[in-house]
């Protein structure tokens, strides 16, 4: 991380507490499933992975630094960055994306411009770590709007023994085929609502 746009310096966090989505605890709302099975978007992968970074810097107070641009653009390059992304009418209007080693997913940041774009990207993330076997999906730290659909935090031992198993096995983030319907999304996660 950095402390903000112009920050030269990049520092690691390891917090007390990690935030975490457990892959079949996400929730879907009553109304976030009637939003995606009225349709109207699309999803792609790895389609405009910078893109999906600058809408995550495109804000006031943003951590993400020329420098971190940067690293996350060669991480892409090398396959260990990737990001998914939501469209509608041809327009970027939300996406997510993450750094993958092992089974581990690390989600850094997302964004949206439309309303429920950010939470329609991560169903569709939720859904593709499943069906790429992934075993742990790390978000560093909890929002409101992540508890709300399923994120929690755990104590940091108990982090590090996630990752340390997450390590051990290999997932493909590029290997699964998209859903072809909004519903597959949501009948394959087990906490709708």
């Avoid at 112009?6 to 976030?32: A, N, Q, T, Y």
């Avoid at 107070?61 to 990737?82: E, K, P």
């Avoid at 560093?140 to 031992?157: N, V």
């Amino acid at each position: 991380m950095s402390e903000g746009r112009d920050d030269p310096e990049v520092f690691w966090v390891d917090p007390k507490l990690r935030g975490i989505f457990p892959l079949d605890h996400f929730h879907i709302s009553r109304s976030l499933a009637r939003r995606m099975r009225r349709g109207g978007f699309g999803v792609s992968v790895n389609a405009d992975f910078e893109g999906v970074l600058r809408g995550c810097a495109d804000r006031e107070d943003t951590w993400i630094s020329g420098v971190i641009h940067d690293l996350y653009m060669q991480l892409h390059r090398l396959g260990h960055a990737h990001s998914l992304e939501v469209w509608m009418e041809s327009e970027l209007v939300g996406g997510v994306y993450g750094v993958t080693l092992g089974r581990a997913f690390f989600g850094e940041s997302m964004f949206s411009r439309r309303t429920d774009a950010s939470k329609i990207a991560l169903a569709y993330l939720v859904d593709r770590l499943k069906l790429a076997g992934f075993t742990l999906f790390d978000t560093q730290f909890i929002t409101p709007h992540l508890a709300s659909l399923g994120a929690i935090e755990i104590p940091r031992a108990r982090y590090h023994l996630l990752l340390e198993e997450a390590l051990q096995g290999q997932a493909d983030f590029t290997a699964p085929d998209l859903p072809q319907s909004p519903s597959d999304v949501i009948q394959r996660n087990t906490q709708t609502s």
